[in-house]
């Protein structure tokens, strides 16, 4: 995993309609980010999500809490400074004197103080298993954040084209109930000539209201789906905005070309993965584990020096001014000889969870590979399903064109003409469904092989 690619994301600072109403109301709220009137395209919003995203920002958090565990990880390697100080009065006929001629009474008031360095030189190997386990940590706190980021941002980049594709459908259903009304009208005028029964004004109809519930679906679906990527981008919305959020995407669903044999992708993901870089994190911190448990085994070693002052007692003159100070240093040695088997308990329990570890890494990797070979299917069925629409919309117009020329001479039926319109709307509403499902097939195959999403839609920045 680079170190770019890690980091990257902490320095990171179509037709879609809106009521002018609410634009104007937005416009003139101070309150109201400037986001959410100005165009955005994939990126913006990538950003944004990066900058503002409720999971992301708590990842951050959680990334700040890992660091101060660090520092408690590292603190057993590092000396321990303690300074004591101490201010005693006794009441006099609490103190007891020495019946000695000569021997002044001990004082009733006392103080001390001093100053205590301590080291640890030998811990077992404790101390350095710590340190190592400190940088592992931090590194693996770093993995697991870019995990969550990089997360985020596929649920945004898919909210952004689930977008579009809500507001491509609302033009689909639009155009075809157009159509549909403008043949109910033409028959209307063909029936008040007497040139038609009114059974095909009756047809018309039916076709208009069956048409409509989808548009109306559609309009729903791109309310909500605007309201999911509002909320990716961790925006709150007012109050006052409850029928359609004016976000304005400037980007549209394109296929821009895709090519990666699975071989290479399974490769990059095995390598690129942060889950899986996180888990192997986890098995060397496992390992050191073990070093920490077997550590009880052994002797531990402590240097200290220091200095003290405190009153004398009993030299004359016997008072708080007259004080006593010097320095010490020494070494000291500690052994468990026995322990109650509590050792050799730490150590089982560490050689476990470390085989543990291992087990885990061994398994996200089959799951990251299996994760790959399905996103890598799905991409193939969408590239294939797209490349079988591409001359489909021109057919059918071409077909509803014919269609309608063949009622006007006489030769052709209504029904013909409905058939032809609604293949139309069938082939236009496949597009767009093609458009979007090539373009999340490969926001997730991206992410499965774990490609930057934000470098990947602007590899100039």
Same mark, same amino acid.
């Given at each position: 995993?680079?170190?770019? /690619? ?21 416009t ?9 009137? *100005?165009?955005l ?13 409720a999971?992301?920002?708590k ?6 809490a890992?660091?101060?565990?660090v ?8 000396? &321990? ?7 005693? /009065? ?21 103080? +001390?103080?001093? %100053?205590?360095v301590?080291?640890?030189s ?5 101390m ?19 995990? =969550?980021v ?7 980049r ?5 977008v579009?594709?809500a ?7 639009e ?23 009114h059974?095909? =004004?009756?047809?018309? @109809? ?9 548009? %109306? ?14 909320? $990716? ?11 359609? %959020? ?7 669903? @394109?296929a821009k ?6 071989p ?17 994190? &986890?098995? &060397? ?14 002797? !531990? ?6 200095? +003290? ?22 070494? &000291? ?27 885990d890494? @061994?398994?996200?990797? /089959? ?13 193939? @069925?969408?590239?294939?399903? $797209?490349?079988? *629409?591409?001359? =489909?919309?021109?057919e059918?117009?071409?077909?509803? /064109? ?8 006489g ?6 003409? $409905?058939d032809a319109?609604?293949?139309? !709307? *069938?082939?236009?509403? !496949?597009e ?30």
């Amino acid at each position: 995993m680079k170190t770019a /690619r890690l980091i990257f994301p902490l320095l990171l600072a179509g037709f879609i309609t809106s009521t002018s109403g609410q634009t104007q109301s937005l416009t003139a709220d101070t309150n109201a980010p400037a986001w959410i009137t *100005q165009p955005l395209s994939l990126v913006d919003c990538l950003n944004l999500a990066l900058n503002q995203n409720a999971t992301i920002l708590k990842a951050k958090s959680d990334l700040q809490a890992t660091y101060g565990l660090v520092v408690q990880t590292r603190a057993v390697a590092l000396p &321990q400074v303690l300074a004591t100080g101490q201010y005693k /009065r006794t009441d006099r006929s609490a103190i007891e004197s020495f019946p000695v001629p000569g021997i002044s009474p001990q004082p009733d008031q006392n103080w +001390n103080a001093g %100053i205590q360095v301590v080291q640890s030189s030998y811990e077992g190997g404790k101390m350095l298993a710590a340190i190592r386990a400190a940088r592992l940590t931090k590194e693996q706190s770093l993995l697991q954040y870019q995990t =969550v980021v990089d997360d985020t941002l596929l649920s945004t980049r898919l909210a952004y084209y689930d977008v579009l594709l809500a507001a491509q459908q609302i033009v689909v259903h639009e155009a075809s109930v157009n159509l549909l009304t403008k043949e109910l009208e033409d028959q209307q005028h063909r029936y008040n000539a007497g040139t038609v029964p009114h059974f095909n =004004v009756l047809r018309a @109809e039916v076709a208009v209201a069956n048409e409509r519930p989808a548009l %109306i679906q559609a309009r729903n679906n791109y309310r909500i789906a605007k309201n999911n990527l509002a909320n $990716l981008l961790g925006y709150n919305l007012p109050r006052d905005i409850w029928e359609d %959020i004016p976000l304005n995407l400037s980007d549209t669903l @394109e296929a821009k070309p895709y090519h990666v044999e699975l071989p290479e992708a399974i490769e990059q993901a095995l390598a690129n993965r942060t889950e899986l870089a996180a888990l192997r994190k &986890q098995v &060397q911190l496992e390992r050191e584990s073990i070093v920490n448990a077997q550590s009880g085994y052994k002797p !531990t070693v402590q240097v200290f020096a220091g200095y +003290n002052w405190y009153n004398a007692q009993f030299t004359p003159p016997v008072d708080l001014d007259h004080d006593i100070r010097g320095w010490n240093a020494g070494a &000291q040695l500690s052994w468990d000889i026995f322990d109650g088997m509590l050792t050799r308990g730490k150590v089982i329990q560490a050689r476990a969870l470390y085989e543990k570890s291992r087990t885990d890494v @061994e398994d996200r990797g /089959r799951q990251i590979e299996l994760e790959v070979r399905t996103d890598y299917s799905l991409f193939i @069925e969408a590239q294939e399903v $797209l490349d079988s *629409q591409k001359t =489909v919309q021109a057919e059918a117009e071409e077909a509803l /064109r014919e269609a309608e020329a063949r009622a006007a001479a006489g030769t052709g039926t209504q029904l013909d003409v $409905l058939d032809a319109q609604t293949s139309l !709307t *069938q082939a236009r509403t !496949t597009e767009i469904q093609a458009l979007h499902d090539y373009a999340a097939a490969r926001a997730r195959l991206e992410r499965a092989i774990g490609t930057d999403l934000v470098q990947a839609e602007n590899p100039k920045s």
